[in-house]
């Protein structure tokens, strides 16, 4: 496997970074990207870009060790195995994460930019060669690991990811929306775990744990999506766009709850806590009583394995969800009719509601139910009405 990172992001990330670094006072790696980098303007205009590119790749790969971030993320997710690492381009450069390049003059550090042009200006390879691992030593030290706790990833079950996963691709994201993870040639069999990530993320050590456990999070839906135990697969979602956002919708919460239980139980920092995912829940699910959503909640946290289809089936289907958590004596058929979600589509104008009106028959006159039935026969109090379509029948009745 490869981990290859966009120019664009590692231009830009190294920029926010240093400019960072030179607010907070700490002028060393800034002078010395200055040092390297203005030069360049001297050079004719068609060798800038590329000449940019190397000495930006340098300081994001090796000066500010900003792809650790990445490579860290692999190994938490067991995308990769733990192992020793011997980088020749580590080595050739005597990196010290907080001092930088040691020894070396200006002059030689371009001279040594220009040997790490061999490497492809968009790609750095994760060099984890045979050659410069013990494999024996490697194996032992994954072992000892796992005996310390449940918290480390299986050495053979992160090797195994690794063989079948073709490329780890990390991209500039350009905006929040537009960040998270992708599996490209999925089904081909060569698949290609797509990052974007907005380049603002690297640009605050402080803020480095908050990157991690972003990458981490991305990087668990990326395994799930590789993974035939899961058998994901891009489903078709029927209904209006509406029905389709909130299915949608309540299919990523699922999941990123799915994501962060599995994290919790191997000692990862997860990008929400257990009990802020749970207010997430909460305000899908508020209509379900007290006692049965917490249960539902604290089913799906503790639950080992799901597949695609189920948490789907869960999104879009309330009685799935429930009949799983929630056993038959503890809600009556009754009870279950007068649960309207947030967000679930008013049977009578379709759209999507959140100030739902439970019982209309309870509050409304009879001629307000009369003139409901007209238009939808089928229609029954116990289905419930958004309040604005409530409020024009009784408008239409004369009694509003």
């Not at 379709?350 to 089928?378: L, R």
Request: hydrophobic content about 35%; glycine content about 4%.
């Amino acid at each position: 496997m490869k981990v290859s990172y966009s120019a664009q992001l590692m231009e830009e990330s190294v920029f926010r970074h240093l400019n960072h670094l030179e607010r907070s006072g700490y002028r060393s790696d800034y002078d010395e990207f200055h040092s390297l980098a203005d030069p360049i303007y001297e050079l004719p205009e068609d060798d800038r870009e590329i000449a940019f590119e190397k000495v930006n790749r340098l300081f994001f790969l090796e000066k500010l060790k900003l792809g650790d971030h990445v490579l860290r993320a692999l190994e938490a997710v067991g995308l990769i195995p733990k192992r020793k690492r011997t980088s020749r381009k580590s080595a050739l450069l005597n990196v010290n994460p907080s001092k930088g390049l040691q020894g070396e003059s200006v002059d030689q550090e371009e001279e040594i930019a220009e040997e790490l042009e061999e490497t492809p200006v968009e790609t750095a390879e994760l060099e984890l060669a045979e050659e410069e691992v013990e494999g024996e030593e490697v194996e032992e030290e994954a072992l000892e690991s796992a005996d310390e706790g449940n918290h480390e990833i299986a050495y053979d079950l992160a090797r195994e990811f690794e063989e079948r996963i073709k490329e780890v691709i990390v991209k500039r994201a350009i905006n929040k929306v537009d960040e998270g993870s992708n599996v490209l040639n999925r089904v081909s069999g060569n698949p290609i775990i797509e990052m974007r990530v907005l380049a603002s993320r690297f640009s605050n050590p402080e803020e480095a744990l908050d990157l991690d456990a972003f990458l981490i999070q991305e990087f668990m839906h990326a395994k799930d999506m590789v993974d035939p135990e899961f058998d994901y697969e891009d489903a078709f979602i029927p209904g209006n766009p509406s029905v389709k956002n909130l299915i949608t919708s309540r299919f990523r919460l699922l999941w990123n709850m799915y994501v962060d239980s599995r994290l919790a139980r191997i000692g990862v920092v997860s990008v929400l806590p257990k009990e802020a995912r749970f207010r997430e829940f909460d305000n899908f699910y508020r209509k379900i009583p007290d006692k049965q959503r917490r249960g539902i909640f604290e089913g799906i946290w503790v639950t080992d394995k799901f597949t695609h289809e189920e948490l789907l089936s869960m999104a879009t289907d309330l009685d799935t969800l429930m009949s799983k958590y929630v056993d038959p004596g503890e809600i009556s058929e009754e009870e279950r009719d007068f649960i309207h979600l947030q967000g679930s589509p008013c049977p009578l104008c379709k759209f999507p509601t959140y100030n739902w009106v439970d019982d209309p028959e309870s509050i409304c006159d009879e001629m307000v139910i009369e003139a409901i039935q007209i238009d939808f026969p089928d229609w029954e109090s116990k289905d419930g009405g958004c309040d604005r379509c409530i409020e024009v029948y009784e408008l239409r009745a004369g009694v509003g």
